[in-house]
């Protein structure tokens, strides 16, 4: 199993970047898959899970969309109206059959700034 993340970058507040996670060893379409954020200091935080069904924390509702291609074995996060706070390292993870996250991706880098 390998989660491999890209898209993350420098961008100015308000703008919009499209987070990739692919997957390989198994299929996306056959688990909840879920992003996480870790800021600098801080701990994990959780941002979005989807299939079928798609859950947000609040501080990102309305501006993040979680979503996957199942052809292409890839998780995406589009994410719009970027703010400074947004500024964090994601990562993609699966969810196992219990629930929790199992397989982790490295992460990449988003930075929100002027």
């Known amino acids: 199993v390998q989660l491999v993340e890209s898209g993350g970058g420098l961008v100015q507040p308000g703008g919009s970047l499209r987070l990739s996670c692919a997957a390989s060893?198994?299929?996306?379409?056959?688990?909840?898959m879920s992003w996480v954020r870790q800021a600098p200091g801080k701990g994990l935080e959780w941002v979005s899970d989807?299939?079928?069904?798609?859950y947000y924390t609040d501080s990102v509702k309305g501006r993040f969309t979680i979503d996957t291609d199942d052809a292409k074995n890839i998780l995406y996060l589009q994410m719009n109206s970027l703010k400074p706070e947004d500024t964090t390292r994601y990562y993609c993870?699966?969810?196992?059959?219990?629930?929790?996250?199992?397989?982790w991706g490295e992460g990449t880098l988003v930075t929100v700034s002027s």
């Open positions: 993870a699966r969810r196992g059959p219990t629930g929790t996250m199992d397989y």
């Open positions: 060893g198994f299929a996306v379409s056959s688990y909840y």
């Open positions: 989807g299939r079928g069904s798609k």
